[in-house]
């Protein structure tokens, strides 16, 4: 582990604070995923955080990359389901509705949407993204390693400007520490609930639904549905409703 500190606190301080076993500091990491599948393999405690200042190989679904330079949040944990046998999918949509609880926590008024299967979007544009990547031992899952971006006083390229937004841009005086104080013992305890999310967190998920009612060219063609309490995203294709598990979203 590393010995920095976050806003002037150390690791174990952090740990404390949160109520987690223990927290990794790092000035650079390839990335935080990584870091949680290798310390899933030396027997870490469920509830193992590591944050990293700057990823330098963050990544997202399907390969894709994640910019992750200074001044953002990039978060993995350590979740250990026992003898619950989660979907990744509802824990990602768990995970997202944490995110976006925070958000309009520190914004002070409704602002962040859920875009299926792990983004969280304000102003139509990209915050935070969220990947979570199971091991197995046969039959039994060993662990659930859970990966958290989010934009947070970090330089976005102009390429990505109409695309991504920073949370500086809507709660300007925000700091790192006021984000994870919100999100991180909540994270802490969204593996025990179960395999599938119950009525009231689909419902929050259809408050949030910024996909509802659009016309999606991929991962299946037709209209936006919502979400089963699996996590799939449902799809109206016109002569059906079909339930989608992964895929990447395109609108038509």
Do not use: Y
């Amino acid at each position: 582990m590393g010995r920095l500190g976050l806003d002037g606190l150390p690791g174990n301080v952090l740990a404390q604070r949160w109520g987690v076993p223990q927290v990794g500091l790092f000035r650079r990491l390839g990335s935080t995923l990584d870091a949680i599948h290798d310390l899933g393999a030396q027997d870490a405690p469920h509830g193992t955080v590591v944050l990293a200042e700057e990823q330098t190989a963050g990544r997202g679904r399907d390969g894709r990359t994640w910019r992750s330079p200074a001044g953002g949040v990039w978060l993995g944990m350590l979740l250990r389901p026992g003898d619950v046998r989660l979907e990744p999918g509802s824990l990602a949509i768990r995970a997202g509705l944490v995110v976006a609880d925070a958000v309009d926590e520190l914004v002070g008024r409704p602002l962040a949407w859920l875009k299926w299967p792990n983004d969280v979007l304000v102003h139509d544009r990209k915050l935070a993204g969220i990947l979570c990547e199971s091991r197995w031992h046969g039959e039994a899952l060993q662990w659930i390693a859970l990966g958290l971006g989010v934009n947070l006083a970090n330089e976005l390229p102009p390429e990505l400007g109409a695309r991504a937004v920073a949370l500086r841009e809507v709660a300007p005086a925000v700091e790192r520490i006021d984000l994870l104080d919100r999100l991180v013992p909540t994270l802490a305890r969204i593996g025990g609930p179960g395999a599938l999310l119950a009525e009231a967190e689909c419902a929050a998920f259809a408050a949030r639904d910024w996909l509802h009612g659009r016309m999606l060219r991929s991962p299946a063609q037709g209209l936006a549905r919502g979400i089963r309490p699996d996590g799939a995203l449902l799809v109206d294709a016109g002569t059906g409703t079909i339930g989608v598990r992964e895929g990447h979203v395109e609108l038509a």
